[in-house]
Structures are given as C-alpha cells and as structure tokens.
C-alpha cells in the first residue's frame, strides 16, 4: 500500500513541477465571494482550461457515504475533464493520518484539494500549509478553519438539519416522551452543529419531549451500545432515537430488537445501504439527504471555477430532505443509483 502511495506521489510530483513550468496561476481565485448560492443555481458546467489535478481527500474511504462522494467527485472529473486523484485515512475520522495526506499533497503540488475535514480545528495547519503553497482548498460535506482563505464550502446548513429532524420527528413522538440524540464525533461542525440546532429547537418547541445527547463517533457499534444503555436508563420512556450522520442509527434498531422493544422511532441521516434497506423494511421511519452526489460533484466544479480565474461564492448549499417510503426511491443516493446519474 505504501509502495503503491509512493508511486502516485512521486506521479503526482512530476505532474506538479510540469504544471509550474507552463502555467500561470496569477488569475487563480483562492478565496471565494462572500455570498451564498443554491446548489441547483451553481450550475454543473465549466470548461477547464488547463487539465487540473485535484485530489479529493474524506474522512474514510469504507463508509458508504464517502464511496458516494468519491463516485461523484470522480464522475465530475470525467464529466469536466480534470485529473481526480482520491485519498482517505484507512481509519475513520484519523485526524493524524488525514494531515500527513495533506502534508504529502503540498509536496506533490495539486492544483486544488477537496477536503473533508476528519475534524474541524485540528486539520488547521495542515490546511493553512495547503493555502500557503497557492493550492486552492474546497471543503465538501464538512466545514473547515473559518478563518482561512478557502475557497468555498459545498454543503448543507448544520443547524438547519437538526432544526429539520426536530421538527420530523417531534410530531411523529406527539410532542411527549424522552428522544435520545446520536451524536457523531466531537470537533466536526457536521455533529456538533446538528446537535445544537435539534437540540435547541426542541426545548423551545416540544416542552414535553426530554432530549439526552451521546457521542457514537458515527459508529453502528457505539450507536447499538448507546442505545442499550438508554433503554436501561429510560425504558419505556424511550419514544424516538435520531442519529445526526453515520452508522449508529442502524446499531439503534439492532438494541431495540435485541430488547423486544417496539414502536421506537428511530430516524437515520443519508440515504445509503443501511438507511436505505432500514426505511424500506420499517425498522427506520426516516432518513435525512443531504444530496451527497452534489456536495462532492460541485465542490470539483467550484475548484475548475476557481482554478480558472472565475469568482465562486463562499457558501454552496445543498438541499435538505426527510426520506420515508414515499419519496425513499427518488431520493436514493446509494453507489449503484450514483452511478447512474449525469
């Protein structure tokens, strides 16, 4: 695996120092317009002028939702006609792994990254040292150092997504009872964002309802051990569990079952494998999209955009969707169903 880094590295590098020789990167955009735009009026066309390396770096490349965002990003590269080159930590989430990723693309001489921050802080100078050696930066999915000169964030409102599970599930539970919230890792915006805003929605809007919090990292395993502790904890007061990304929505449903309890609501975030078969059988009553194929597809756009000399605003919002039965198959975002689109 390392030898087979190295050689990428080492391709990547030649590719660099070509690129420095016959082009002039003065007109490049690093830091976008201070305005928002909806994904849907970004457009998905740009014509590049130059055959661009971008490399796309996620938090883990064996969690569905991020071998969605590697198809997408891979199919705007084919679609634009850009090189995209893809990296991830072989541990989910490793924040030491992620930056030595960064560190070797400095070296390598990319022209953009696509990042998905493993955590939101932590990655600060490993991006700062991205900026600072004129590569443009695109943070996908997961918000970054704010107070650097990224390019733009393509993505959906955090806040807004727990504020939309609050308001999903809080009538589906008739404003009563005790929800227990399934927290991602702590430092990403994306959980802690989405945490904050459900959290604060439903004690100001469903008095009855009394919500607890607790970190899963994301996982099926900590969400299934979470929940089996709650059901100690509240037994049958346990009237609804929400996951606000990852796995550990599924691990949910496998400690209610193993428990014999019955009639939870339990609400996923995307629409991958597990979501997606979990809605379909009934053992989740919804999902969340956050239109996943966009968010990687757009944020190489964006990067073309910028690498050409053209302004791009600073904020890219995805839309936000709850996902029953109803609307489970046109909102499908699993590989197969990616693969498929434009």
Do not use: C
């Not at 955009?29 to 590049?48: E, L, Q, S, W």
């Not at 883990?60 to 930590?89: L, M, Q």
């Not at 439903?202 to 309802?209: E, L, T």
């Amino acid at each position: 695996m390392k030898k087979v880094l190295i050689a990428i590295m080492i391709g990547l590098m030649a590719a660099g120092t070509a690129m420095a020789q016959t082009w002039d990167k003065s007109k490049v955009v690093h830091r976008g317009t201070d305005t928002a735009i909806a994904a849907k009026d970004f457009g998905y066309n740009v014509k590049p002028q130059k055959k661009y390396t971008i490399a796309v770096v996620v938090k883990s490349a064996a969690i569905p939702v991020w071998e969605s965002h590697i198809i997408a990003a891979k199919r705007a590269g084919a679609n634009i006609g850009v090189n995209i080159v893809t990296y991830a930590p072989t541990k989910a989430d490793n924040v030491e792994e992620q930056t030595r990723i960064l560190e070797d693309l400095v070296t390598a001489g990319v022209d953009a990254v696509v990042l998905a921050p493993a955590n939101t802080d932590a990655i600060r100078r490993a991006v700062k040292d991205l900026l600072d050696a004129g590569i443009v930066v695109v943070y996908d999915n997961t918000m970054g150092p704010e107070n650097l000169n990224y390019l733009t964030f393509v993505g959906i409102d955090s806040v807004e997504a727990g504020v939309e599970i609050a308001k999903a599930v809080g009538p589906m539970m008739h404003g009563q009872g005790k929800l227990l919230v399934l927290a991602g890792v702590p430092g990403q915006s994306t959980s802690d964002l989405r945490v904050n805003g459900l959290m604060d929605y439903v004690a100001k809007n469903f008095p009855g309802i009394t919500a607890e919090s607790a970190v899963t990292n994301w996982q099926f395993d900590q969400g299934r051990r979470v929940t089996e502790n709650y059901i100690t904890k509240w037994g049958k007061d346990l009237k609804a569990v929400v996951a606000v990304g990852g796995n550990q929505a599924e691990g949910a449903v496998e400690a209610l079952k193993t428990a014999g309890m019955t009639g939870v609501i339990v609400g996923g975030f995307d629409v991958q494998e597990p979501q997606y078969v979990a809605v379909k059988n009934g053992s989740e009553t919804f999902t969340v999209s956050q239109d996943v194929y966009d968010q990687a597809y757009l944020s190489v756009v964006a990067a073309v955009r910028a690498l050409n000399g053209e302004a791009v605003p600073r904020l890219i919002k995805t839309p936000i969707a709850i996902v029953t039965k109803a609307n489970l198959d046109a909102m499908d975002e699993r590989p197969d169903a990616l693969l498929k689109r434009r």
